[in-house]
């Protein structure tokens, strides 16, 4: 290979990598469902993200440990910032909404006291860091910083 071709090679290798250094706020805001699959579990989330850094949507935690599965579902909101490829969150609610173990609805009042405000707690005010690794207006990976679990996610509409 010729050195001019190396050289154009390289160019457009550049050119290529910088399309992934910063994502439009723009192509961004809309509403994404994500999935990971964890140890244990099956996270998914459906989050509408606003212009300004708002977020808000719907959280489901499901075992996958063991039979019967449980189900944990929330309603969250929280804020955004991306910079880059870096998706920072932070969520500023969550509402435990219903429980469900082996298909079966369980009342939140049967969880008994200090269960719920704990698990509600849980997550509030703790940042999320991701870092975007592919992102088109069709689709979007993303890997947590801290833990590494690679999230999937697809725009609603």
Not at 68 to 94: C, H, I, K, Y
């Amino acid at each position: 290979m010729s050195c001019a071709r190396l050289v154009a090679a390289f160019a457009l290798l550049s050119s290529l990598s910088a399309c992934k250094e910063t994502i439009d706020t723009a192509d961004f805001v809309k509403e994404w469902a994500c999935e990971a699959e964890l140890p244990g579990y099956l996270y998914s989330r459906v989050l509408q993200y606003a212009k300004g850094g708002t977020m808000d949507g719907l959280v489901s935690i499901q075992s996958t440990d063991g039979a019967p599965s449980v189900v944990m579902n929330f309603q969250v909101e929280g804020t955004w910032a991306l910079s880059g490829t870096r998706l920072d969150e932070t969520l500023s609610e969550q509402t435990l909404m219903r429980v469900t173990r082996g298909g079966e609805n369980v009342p939140i009042t049967s969880l008994g006291a200090g269960v719920v405000p704990q698990v509600e707690a849980r997550l509030k005010d703790e940042p999320w860091s991701f870092e975007i690794s592919e992102f088109s207006s069709e689709s979007m990976q993303m890997k947590d910083i801290a833990g590494g679990h690679v999230l999937y996610c697809q725009p609603t509409t």
